[in-house]
Nanobody, 125 residues
Framework: QLQLVESGGGLVQPGGSLRLSCATS????????IGWFRQAPGKEREGVSC????????KYADFVEGRFTISRDNTKNTVYLQMNSLKPEDTAVYYC??????????????????WGKGTLVTVSS
């Protein structure tokens, strides 16, 4: 059964860091682009970052401004999102999604084939 499970969310002060993990199972992860999306209260889900199956191509939303880094370890079937210099406006539920070949993911469009259930990130003092 195909699964994506996010972890690593929590409460952090402004300027702090978190590393989110997306553990995948039940499919050949090398064939799938993995994207991170987020949804803040009262807002639509938006793309944050995407990495292709090989890890050779990455994409970031403009609001990331060099603060986040996406990476993947296909030997562990896991994709990471390192988030530094967090701001209160980064508060959201963060979801990871998988898309075969990544034609939507790489443009941070909401067209993923599979989704995790999300992990909450709260940035507050």
């Amino acid at each position: 059964q195909l699964q994506l499970v996010e972890s690593g969310g929590g409460l952090v002060q402004p300027g702090g860091s978190l590393r989110l993990s997306c553990a995948t199972s039940g499919f050949t992860v090398d064939d799938y682009a993995i994207g991170w999306f987020r949804q803040a209260p009262g807002k639509e889900r938006e793309g944050v970052s995407c990495i292709t199956g090989s890890g050779g191509v990455t994409k970031y939303a403009d609001f990331v401004e060099g603060r986040f880094t996406i990476s993947r370890d296909n030997t562990k079937n896991t994709v990471y999102l390192q988030m530094n210099s967090l701001k209160p406006e980064d508060t959201a539920v963060y979801y990871c999604g998988a898309e075969l070949y990544g034609s939507s993911c790489i443009f941070l469009r909401d067209g993923m084939d599979y989704w995790g259930k999300g992990t909450l990130v709260t940035v507050s003092s």
